[in-house]
T-cell receptor, first 115, second 113 residues
Framework: EAQVTQNPRYLITVTGKKLTVTCSQNMNHEYMSWYRQDPGLGLRQIYYSMNVEVTDKGDVPEGYKVSRKEKRNFPLILESPSPNQTSLYFC??????????????FGSGTRLTVV | TQLLEQSPQFLSIQEGENLTVYCNSSSVFSSLQWYRQEPGEGPVLLVTVVTGGEVKKLKRLTFQFGDARKDSSLHITAAQPGDTGLYLCAGEVQVNRDDKIIFGKGTRLHILP
């Protein structure tokens, strides 16, 4: 089944403890992206990647890092999480050049709480 | 900054009624997508519209792209409890030679049985 898989689904952590949220897609998509979703603010893009070894900042990149060493994986790294990073996170992928027609395939989300 | 305004923010109606939700912007979009998001899941693409004035139907859902490609509507006929969810529109614009997709904040729809 074509899908985007995120792990973990739920995570509670403490301020300052480094964490990684993994994202993997099995559709050979070039484009991958991370979003956070907050009440009243909607989906906001954190980082995106057009292809392997190519990453760019989205609208809210502060406090996050990403890497794209392989086409299928796009992990999101929080080096020193803070409570304002408590949110629902989504990974998404799409074929390059076809986002308009194909749209995004989203993962099921990671609910992160930083205390 | 391009903004996609969705209205209403919340809508609660009885099963069997018809409804329309809207997605508006002052910007022109090369394409516009509609997604539905259910609790605990990621958004799922419903449709993409690319031509001004385009109308697409998906069973009881009718999507329309405005003539000027600045707005879109989603009409649901005879709403069912299974239509409950968050409906998001997303428009594609070009920012610094890169195509960017911008999401609206969504309309949260609740269909009462």
């Amino acid at each position: 089944e074509a899908q985007v898989t995120q792990n973990p689904r739920y995570l509670i952590t403490v301020t300052g403890k480094k964490l990684t949220v993994t994202c993997s897609q099995n559709m050979n998509h070039e484009y991958m992206s991370w979003y956070r979703q907050d009440p009243g603010l909607g989906l906001r893009q954190i980082y995106y990647s057009m292809n392997v070894e190519v990453t760019d900042k989205g609208d809210v990149p502060e406090g996050y890092k990403v890497s794209r060493k392989e086409k299928r994986n796009f992990p999101l790294i929080l080096e020193s999480p803070s409570p304002n990073q408590t949110s629902l996170y989504f990974c998404a992928s799409s074929p390059a050049g076809e986002r308009a027609s194909y749209g995004y395939t989203f993962g099921s989300g990671t609910r992160l709480t930083v205390v | 900054t391009q903004l996609l305004e969705q209205s209403p923010q919340f809508l609660s109606i009885q099963e069997g009624e018809n409804l329309t939700v809207y997605c508006n912007s002052s910007s022109v979009f090369s394409s516009l997508q509609w997604y539905r998001q259910e609790p605990g899941e990621g958004p799922v693409l419903l449709v993409t519209v690319v031509t001004g004035g385009e109308v697409k139907k998906l069973k009881r859902l009718t999507f329309q792209f405005g003539d000027a490609r600045k707005d879109s509507s989603l009409h649901i006929t005879a709403a069912q409890p299974g239509d409950t969810g968050l409906y998001l529109c997303a428009g594609e614009v070009q920012v610094n030679r890169d195509d960017k997709i911008i999401f609206g904040k969504g309309t949260r729809l609740h269909i009462l049985p």
